[in-house]
């Protein structure tokens, strides 16, 4: 008995002096106030959101009953909530919390924010929830509390990260900064995640050359076409949803942008040296290696890497009416044209205000079938395919996949299909016609095949843009030398490969266009959709050079008191090519509309394909555009998203 007793009084002794030694090594739990770089390196740690990089966040509370302010240690409290409970004494549940201190204005027991470092523009900002009704006056208090106890700083700018403290702006009395200014301001850029072997190579720009699937490739401005490397390092920003940033998050290629990566001494003094790289949140980091544990590393990737052969049905022979197909259909018309398909049906079944396109039918994949086979293409495809096991150059590729798209675009379509392509568009009275990439490899789970194929406009009796010549563009286009080196990037058998083609009536002159996400990409496993918006018809998946999108969260995707019947807007960036006058691309209300009913989309999707992923971290891709004087908001294209 008295050994028991002993070996429980050790046990307790260990368990509390571990306990002890934990504490001491987090340090404080508080602190009043913030007077040296150690008191700040103590209490940091991240931002709950990663929308921006380099950043460094403290939490702070000012208790309006005691006056007294609170700098709280992340490593104890990720929450303001927690530490007002669990330190302040606040007796109720996190519901009434957010109610009693973020919804209501008056009385409010805590008034609570985010000090943000920026370490690369040297500025520090002050952020509230995007969901707190915060007033002028109490941003005062707690900002003369904050000058009041922290000396690191003369000048904390309050970030209007909200279309409501946007329009606050004049009534407060001290200085600010927005997204604009933060997001221009930065140097480095995570836009994914990965730990990769390859050589660094300076050497490879956009504009030619074939890098080896073993470089990791540092180029200027933003390429159209990259065939799979071994990571990506650009100068020029982009945004999540950019075909350079799904390209690398599809492929699991580890990608950051740095404006002056081409003058960095970190990076010069790796070039063409082998290494390991791995970016994270914090930043990146690299690391000496050798050619022959990087040649090992991607060897046995390729091994290991499964044959997909893909499923394709030609029985069909007939111009099909979108209105019956499904996503059954993908082996017969391919997957954009059966994912649109049951969009549509879902706006038309719960009644949505959104629209898709009119006059919509898919072209099955039988015809393009016969027409490979009718111009040849199908022999010099084998010849290729046979060669491949041999290994080739890239150049040589090029050469041959050139090849197979001449004789496809040589060789008269099947005039059975011209004529029933100019029937449907006569009956449905319209005159130009959009006809769209639909292959069986693209717009599916795990491989999206977002920008590798190409959409074309056709009109009737146009002696240029002709019908004929609109299909045979899209149909050649998936053998161009990105969806192939893509695709056999991830084990598709090309020979397996066949494209639908989607059409519909054409729109022109876009007032605007876009992407949604549905799922917040900045902060896993929470609410919020991210969409990126451009005016008029500025690509955002391909953007121009230096042109900046208006990209935005928002949180109206479940109707609740917190967040939902706030109408929440947050800005990350702001279009830099809208016209005087203007300053932003898409309308609150717009924004907010497209986030509730595309969230009634995400959940038939959600309950149809039962993912592994839980509700707030499943992904749909969706594409839109406005037209016309009443600003009618079109979804053209809807498809899984994996980041």
């Known amino acids: 008995m008295v050994i028991g007793l002993k070996l429980r009084f050790n046990i307790f002794l260990f368990f509390f002096s571990f306990s002890l030694l934990v504490s001491a090594q987090k340090g404080p739990e508080y602190l009043l106030k913030i007077t040296s770089e150690q008191d700040f390196q103590t209490l940091k740690g991240a931002p709950n959101s990663a929308k921006f990089s380099e950043v460094e966040a403290v939490k702070v509370v000012v208790h309006t009953k005691t006056g007294k302010i609170y700098y709280i240690n992340s490593a104890y409290h990720d929450y303001h909530v927690t530490f007002c409970q669990e330190v302040l004494g606040y007796s109720n549940n996190g519901v009434q919390f957010n109610y009693d201190n973020y919804t209501l204005v008056n009385p409010r027991e805590y008034l609570m924010g985010t000090i943000n470092r920026f370490k690369s523009l040297g500025l520090y900002s002050l952020e509230f929830s995007v969901a707190d009704n915060i007033t002028p006056d109490q941003i005062s208090t707690l ?18 990260n909200t279309s409501r403290l946007r329009e606050l702006k004049e009534e407060l009395k001290f200085p600010s900064i927005d997204a604009a200014t933060l997001y221009a301001g930065q140097n480095l850029q995570i836009l994914n995640d990965g730990k990769t072997y390859g050589k660094l190579s300076f050497s490879i720009d956009h504009t030619g050359g074939y890098p080896n699937y073993y470089d990791i490739v540092v180029i200027r401005g933003t390429p159209d076409d990259l065939p799979p490397v071994a990571g990506v390092i650009t100068t020029d920003f982009q945004t999540p949803l950019s075909h350079i940033t799904l390209l690398c998050q599809n ?55 499964k044959k997909i052969v893909l499923s394709k049905n030609l029985s069909d022979k007939r111009l099909i009416p979108i209105g019956e197909l ?106 130009s016609f959009r006809f769209r990439s639909s292959t069986n490899a693209e717009d599916l789970d795990g491989f999206n095949g977002a920008g590798l194929y190409m959409s074309k406009t056709g009109v009737v009796n146009h002696p240029k843009k002709s019908i004929e010549k609109a299909i045979k563009t899209v149909w050649a286009s998936a053998w161009s030398f990105r969806p192939f080196m893509e695709r056999d990037y991830f084990g598709i058998d090309q020979q397996s490969v066949a494209m639908g083609v989607l059409c519909h009536r054409n729109f022109e002159n876009e007032i605007a266009n876009g992407v949604v996400i549905t799922k917040n990409l900045y902060r896993p496993n929470y609410r919020g959709f991210v969409i990126n918006s451009q005016y008029g018809e500025t690509s955002v998946v391909i953007p121009p050079d230096s042109a900046i999108c208006e990209q935005v969260i928002c949180y109206s995707d479940k109707n609740d008191t917190f967040y939902g019947k706030k109408s929440i807007v947050e800005y990350l960036s702001y279009s830099n090519i809208l016209p005087k006058g203007t300053n932003k691309v898409l309308l609150d209300s717009e924004i907010n509309r497209l986030t509730r009913e595309i969230a009634v989309l995400k959940k038939v999707y959600y309950d149809l394909k039962k993912p592994k992923e839980t509700f707030y971290n499943y992904g749909l891709d969706l594409e839109f555009k406005i037209v016309g004087p009443n600003r009618e908001i079109y979804i053209k294209q809807i498809r899984p998203f994996k980041d």
């Open 251 to 305: 492929r699991g290629t580890p990608m950051f942008a740095q404006k002056n990566c081409f003058l960095d001494s970190t990076l010069l003094k790796w070039k063409d040296q082998f290494v390991s790289l791995i970016v994270n949140e914090a930043g990146y980091q690299l690391y000496a290696s050798d050619s022959v544990s990087v040649m090992l590393y991607w060897d046995k990737i390729i091994k290991n890497k």
């Open 326 to 431: 499904g996503l059954k259909d993908i082996s017969r018309v391919g997957g954009k044209a059966a994912n649109f398909a049951l969009m549509r049906k879902t706006i038309k079944d719960k009644q949505l205000t959104l629209k898709f396109p009119e006059a919509a039918a898919a072209i099955p994949m039988f015809y393009y079938e016969q027409h490979m086979k009718n111009c040849g293409a199908d022999t010099l495809l084998k010849e290729l395919v046979s060669i491949k096991k041999q290994s080739y150059e890239l150049q040589e590729l090029q050469v041959r996949l050139d090849s197979i798209q001449k004789r496809i675009l040589s060789r008269p379509v099947d005039s059975t299909l011209i004529k029933q392509v100019e029937k449907w568009m006569n009956q449905h009275g319209y005159t």
């Open 143 to 160: 900002l003369q509390k904050i000058y009041g106890s922290f000396s690191l700083t003369k000048e904390v700018l309050v970030f209007l």
